[in-house]
């Protein structure tokens, strides 16, 4: 038997065993059924002029209880969100692309509060998984062509992804829940609602969450504490929220592919590459095979396994909302936030790897041997510099400390109704990061630890300011009964500089030194309109369409840090930096888009309703930025950033919902892409002639061209069953799409039973569920790199099959 099918087994058994229980204390399972619903998959948000879809919070946790909204919105029209574990926990290996657009090019907020750009390592916000527990979310909106004005965001290029948080209940109760499934996952959930008073209502939240990785031994585990109060009367309704996040989530490495695979490895591209964390001797013994040099196997090139690596959060995040009816038909919103983190990626791996002995001896000079950082004596003063294990942990911390204000407007005026925002945050952040030695007196430093030893050395501690400002107005005008015109425009004001506290060092010999610049770069765009128009052409279809200008602004540092990336603050040299300011623009994006919308109820037999929404859309993406010279340890020189050029975007979104009475509902989503280069680049000069990397007319790496999601559910009384698809199309690896990756459908199952007749008094209810993720145990790739223009890449693989059983009880 395979590990595979003993997991299922033992999850079956979960099921039964549950299932026994309750029917021998007498648990009867309810005669009539529920009220009927229908899924929650709405493609449609009513009356906007852009394309907009909704998912609820029930339908998330149909998906698998606690599953990330980010990554529940992947049954979503245009949506493609990838991980390597189910729930989409894991950062350092998520990446979502919407209509062509990445992660750091979309907006993202929480109840309104801006939650930065998703990167790894983020600047100025945090993963809404960390924001807001998943069992409280009510709804995720996806705004797939372009966000609304008001969307606090400084990324938001090819559209929005908000999350909401679900408001107290009106009664008194609470909610209890525990998940128990494959690699020892343990998921514990408790909430208690005050319900209504005089003085408003209030519920407070915890969750537990461990779970081992699935191909290593690393645990991801965390705590969150949620807390919400609402007060409302005929004067307004004020609402306080509070989120507290403490995680820890052991990573994997990618796999390198092609040129990104060394020479004398090239057949060693493993499915996996996970940490040998907690056996340490197999890999110091690995390391000290050529003469205790902290050398990776040969044999195993760039696929070499870390001893561990691990992302370290810590988050508090709060806000106060004041929506206050000044007067009939007139609201004024205020909204205050503040929210502070403290991480750090954390990483034991050899001395010998990706160019360190070069640093090093950089810091260190008189550890070369035969005037080579890479000599056989160099890479063993070196390895004894660490504590003589071959191994050393290097820290990269984090700090984000950012308030921030929303203000909004909101008038009816006869048709008119006129909004009108600002939205201001300062931010401090910044990153350093530090050295310390993996020696026989600290061998039992985990995943999970701070380093507390004295460091060998730190290498660079960067701070930084950031002011943004961004304002809208907007009139949506009922010039005739069944049409709605929209127009308005955003401006977006941002000043960023920094502070170099700790200054990286260099080689006496090398040519140019390369340092962190300092300075301050301001932007602003005055003038980003949006136009938009909704037609109701019958009581059930209704047309739209809108027309709109986006822009990035530059950020402060990117994921890795260092001289990586795409942040002038990264560049190298002071003039490089100067240049920058001088010579390159935001990134901007028009995007245009229109379609139908229809809502029907049928008389075909078993088909009773049909909803759906048919949208194209055009993207022209301008000013791309892009690091054409890549900084390295072994050869230093500045990185260069510029622009270079744009991007077409072209795409079709299909989906729908077939209703077959209230019981069986079929979802499903079609989704085509195509986004291509505008032109070619230069990356450099060789023997005095430009470097020519002819992208134009190549499809943007990492983009599908075709999507397709699909979701079955069927109610009958107590029992619920859901069956979902995922199809993701032929992904270009690289710039010049020499290399691509297959194409992969996952499937994953749902079923619950409800309980509604219990020898509990005080339990009213009880739920439940099952769920499997990747039904078929898919092999494929996940989340994937692109690291150079043609013959490599990296990625991640898909999570295999794995269950998970659900108890849930109100009380």
Known sequence: MTNSRRRDLRALLLVATALGSLAARGVSVAQTAPAATTTEVVVTAAKTT???????????QKILPGINPLKAIETLPGVLFETADPWGNNEQNESIFVHGFSTQQLGYTMD?????DQQYGNYNGLSASRAVTSENVSKVVLSSGAGALGVASTSNLGGAIETFSSDPKHQFGGTAEQVLGSYATTRSFLRIDSGDSPYGALYVSYLHQDARAWDFHGHQRGDQVNAKYVHEDAHGKLTLYGDWSQKVEPNEDATSFGNQQTAAAAGFTPYTRPFQYPNLGQEIASLNTTASTGTPPAAQGNNFSNY??????????????????????LTWSNQAYYHNQYGRGIVAGPTNQAGLPALFATYFPSLIVGGSSTSVGS??????LFGGTG??????????NREGLLSNVNWQLGQHNIEAGLWYEHNESGQHRVWYPFSKANNDLTPYDIPSGASVLTQDAVNFKTDDVQIHLQDQWRILPTVLLQAGFKSSLQTAS?????????LPTVAVPVHFPTGSITTNEGFLPQFGAVWDVTDHEQLFANIQKNLRQFIPYSQGGNFYGTAPWSLGTQAAFDLFKQTVSPETSWTYEGGVRTHRNVDLGFLTSIEGQASYYHVDFSNRILNVAPYNFINPAPSILVNVGGVTTDGVDIAGTLNFGSHVHFYDAVSYNKSTYDSNYNSGISNGVAVVVAT????????????NKTILSANFGPFEAQVNGDYIGKRFATYLNDLSVKSTFVVGLEGSYVFNSLPVTWVHSAKLSVNVTNLADTRGVSTLVTTSASGGYQAYPIAPRMAFVTLTAGF
């Open 379 to 384: 890479l063993q003063n070196i390895a004894n």
């Open 391 to 400: 191994l050393e942990v290097r820290t990269t911390e984090y700090h984000i």
């Open 112 to 116: 309104g509060v801006p939650l930065g």
């Open 498 to 506: 920094n502070d170099v506290l700790v200054q990286q060092k260099n």
């Open 308 to 329: 561990f690596s691990a992302a370290q959060r810590r988050d508090a995040l709060t806000y106060i909302k004041y929506d206050y009816n000044v007067a009939p038909g």
């Open 50 to 60: 852009r394309s907009a879809v909704v998912l609820g919070g029930v339908e998330m």
């Open 696 to 707: 134009g007319g190549k499809v943007v790496p990492g983009t599908p061209d075709w999507l």
